[in-house]
């Protein structure tokens, strides 16, 4: 595809208890316009008009928009991320995760959380509604080569990234100026891998923020890296051969933060939890409530 045939819009929306607006992207290529996610809000005319969204996961924050502009477009999702949709997510994804993770969540964080339930809410009743709902390869502008899809897990287990010309769309694989919540570390480093060993892109646009180059990519990805795989060592050394709640541990290393950071915060340690369970470092038991965890004997 010539580059220059691509035309991107960048489109912002913004409700709380978001801390910076999301985006979503009216794109232009091969003749065809289409929707990258749809943010958290009314969403413009001509956005309306696209034929096709592709969504790069299930969260509230990037889909939203179409509930809210009752978009009569087609979907075009993964089959993972159209199954949340509907209604079955894995006890371990979004916002309930919490509630079934924690027993009951800290005061501080009890508002986001509803809030989060009733916007989840909201959407499902939306994808009841749509008419035309269908995977990537059933999708024209996937079909027709203008994008491409590379499935990237690691901040959501349905997560993907598109590839238009020389624009990579990264959701939230990406959050320049801030930090990230990761599911699975060994997944995220791979899809970050994935991403970066295209050539093709220059430009990244992600779901939240302004858009940036590779040279900014590969630096962001580097220091969220090694954040991460501190904070997930941190954890490891707190953890006794005893079972504790989990819950515990929010407290722990995220005790100092404000109320959205912390929200943010409890959403990373599942994925530390789940990281060190599957690296065979700690058993999770997530058949009680709150979950418990305990250090795995070598």
Same mark, same amino acid.
């Given at each position: 595809?010539?580059?220059?045939?691509?035309?991107?819009?960048?489109?912002?929306?913004?409700?709380?208890?978001?801390?910076?607006?999301?985006? =979503?992207?009216?794109?232009?290529?091969?003749?065809?316009?289409?929707?990258?996610?749809?943010?958290?809000?009314?969403?413009? *005319?001509?956005?309306?008009?696209?034929?096709?969204?592709?969504?790069?996961?299930?969260?509230?924050?990037?889909?939203?928009?179409?509930?809210?502009?009752?978009?009569?477009?087609t979907l075009?999702?993964?089959?993972?991320?159209?199954?949340?949709?509907?209604?079955? +997510?894995?006890?371990?994804?979004? @916002?309930?995760?919490?509630?079934?993770?924690?027993?009951?969540?800290?005061?501080?964080? *009890?508002?986001?959380?509803?809030?989060? !339930?009733?916007?989840?809410?909201?959407? %499902?009743?939306?994808? %009841?509604?749509?008419?035309?709902?269908?995977?990537?390869?059933?999708?024209?502008?996937?079909? &027709?080569?203008?994008? &491409?899809?590379?499935?990237? +897990?690691?901040?959501?287990?349905?997560?993907?990234?598109f590839i238009?010309?020389?624009?990579?769309?990264?959701?939230? =694989?990406?959050?320049?100026?801030?930090?990230?919540?990761?599911?699975?570390?060994?997944?995220?480093?791979? @899809? $970050?891998?994935?991403?970066?060993?295209?050539?093709?892109?220059?430009?990244?646009?992600?779901?939240?923020?302004?858009?940036?180059? &590779?040279?900014?990519? =590969? @630096?962001?990805?580097?220091?969220?890296?090694? =954040?991460?795989?501190? &904070?997930?060592?941190? $954890?490891?050394?707190?953890?006794?051969?005893?079972?504790?709640? !989990? *819950?515990?541990?929010l407290e722990?290393?995220?005790?100092?933060?404000?109320?959205?950071?912390?929200?943010?915060?409890?959403? @990373?340690?599942?994925?530390?939890?789940?990281?060190?369970?599957?690296?065979?470092?700690?058993?999770?038991? $997530?058949?009680?409530?709150?979950?418990?965890?305990?250090? *795995?004997?070598?």
């Open positions: 595809m010539n580059t220059a045939e691509v035309v991107v819009i960048r489109l912002e929306t913004w409700v709380e208890p978001l801390d910076r607006p999301a985006n =979503s992207y009216l794109v232009s290529a091969g003749g065809l316009k289409f929707l990258i996610d749809a943010g958290v809000g009314q969403l413009p *005319k001509e956005a309306l008009e696209a034929p096709y969204v592709l969504l790069t996961h299930w969260h509230w924050d990037h889909v939203l928009g179409l509930a809210r502009s009752r978009y009569a477009g075009c999702a993964s089959p993972r991320t159209i199954s949340y949709l509907r209604g079955s +997510p894995p006890a371990y994804e979004g @916002s309930a995760a919490a509630l079934r993770a924690f027993g009951d969540v800290p005061e501080e964080l *009890k508002p986001m959380l509803q809030v989060s !339930l009733s916007r989840n809410s909201e959407i %499902k009743e939306y994808v %009841k509604s749509v008419e035309s709902v269908r995977t990537f390869n059933e999708c024209e502008p996937v079909a &027709r080569g203008l994008v &491409r899809v590379l499935e990237c +897990p690691g901040h959501s287990d349905d997560h993907t990234c238009v010309g020389s624009h990579a769309f990264v959701g939230d =694989s990406v959050n320049p100026g801030s930090g990230l919540s990761v599911l699975d570390i060994n997944d995220y480093i791979r @899809s $970050m891998e994935l991403l970066l060993s295209d050539p093709k892109w220059l430009t990244a646009h992600p779901g939240h923020g302004p858009d940036v180059d &590779r040279a900014y990519v =590969s @630096s962001w990805v580097a220091e969220t890296l090694i =954040s991460k795989v501190r &904070r997930l060592i941190r $954890m490891r050394s707190l953890l006794s051969p005893n079972w504790r709640p !989990l *819950k515990d541990y722990l290393l995220y005790g100092s933060e404000n109320a959205f950071a912390k929200w943010v915060g409890a959403r @990373s340690l599942l994925g530390y939890a789940i990281s060190l369970a599957k690296m065979g470092l700690a058993e999770l038991n $997530m058949e009680v409530q709150p979950w418990t965890i305990r250090a *795995k004997e070598a």
